[in-house]
């Protein structure tokens, strides 16, 4: 942690997805870029698929959403729910972890995939 925070704990949300404290390797020079990839040693760390998947809805459906109720909300409700109200179609509030996954099943997706669960093989391919 570098002396920026305690625990991990002590680490909000937004420090770790906006914060700059960690370089990306596209801000380095395409010289260094090369040097690294070519000297250092490379590791990929994943998380338990099913744990992702659900930690995934927990955040981006269990509570209020400015971006993923009206994006995927609103998709997946007109989608797999029979009889939905007028208010959660038009809000996308509500969704269901069954609705979700059935989502994620679809081969005909109302709306595509998100790199929250989208299959890691798919965001990056080391090999």
């Known amino acids: 942690l570098n002396g920026l ?17 960690l370089r990306r390797l596209d801000s380095y020079s395409l010289q260094e870029t090369y040097e690294f990839l070519n000297t250092f040693t ?21 509570h209020p959403n400015i971006y993923y109720h009206p994006v ?14 007028a208010e959660a179609l038009s809000t996308g509030a509500g969704v269901s972890f069954r609705e979700f996954v059935h989502y994620l099943l679809d081969p005909e997706k109302p709306v595509g995939m998100d790199i929250h669960w989208e299959p890691t093989s798919r965001l990056c391919s080391p090999c």
């Open 5 to 21: 925070a305690s625990s991990p704990h002590n680490i909000s949300h937004n420090f770790v997805h906006y914060g700059k404290h």
């Open 72 to 85: 995927f909300g609103k998709a997946i409700l007109k989608k797999y729910r029979t009889n939905a109200s």
């Open 42 to 62: 490379k590791v990929l760390f994943v998380r338990d698929p099913m744990e992702r998947l659900v930690s995934a809805f927990r955040d981006k459906f269990e």
